[in-house]
């Protein structure tokens, strides 16, 4: 069973960056997602990655946000810059998709790290 851990969320101004980590024990997986969650709002997908590094992004974080992994530390990070207010989410690590990283259901979860972007 694997077990995710984020890190690196935190309070920045609008037009700051932010860094988010996520440790995997466990088996590595194939497929590695960012989604985020904020209140009142469904759960969205954000970016995801595969094992030999083709990435998917929600439009809105084009440009902005870089998803990557270290699979020899099982490690994967949401590079977050140019942060907009209506990117104030709890942001939640993925792994374990079933039906491909772009579009399937993710099986395991992190517990999520708040960030939040002021105007």
């Known amino acids: 069973q694997v077990r995710l851990v984020e890190s690196g969320g935190g309070s920045v101004q609008a037009g700051g960056s932010l860094r988010l980590s996520c440790s995997a024990s466990?088996?590595?997986?194939?497929?590695m997602a960012w989604f985020r969650q904020a209140p009142g709002t469904e759960r969205e997908r954000v970016a995801t990655?595969?094992?030999?590094?083709?990435?998917n992004y929600l439009d809105s974080v084009k440009g902005r946000f870089t998803v990557s992994r270290d699979n020899a530390k099982t490690t994967l990070y949401l590079q977050m810059n140019s942060l907009k207010p209506e990117d104030t989410a709890t942001y939640y690590c993925?792994?374990?998709?079933?039906?491909?990283?772009?579009?399937?259901?993710?099986?395991?979860w992190g517990q999520g790290t708040q960030v939040t972007v002021s105007a």
């Open positions: 466990g088996y590595l997986f194939d497929c």
């Open positions: 990655i595969d094992v030999l590094g083709s990435t």
């Open positions: 993925a792994t374990d998709a079933r039906g491909g990283c772009a579009t399937g259901a993710y099986i395991s």
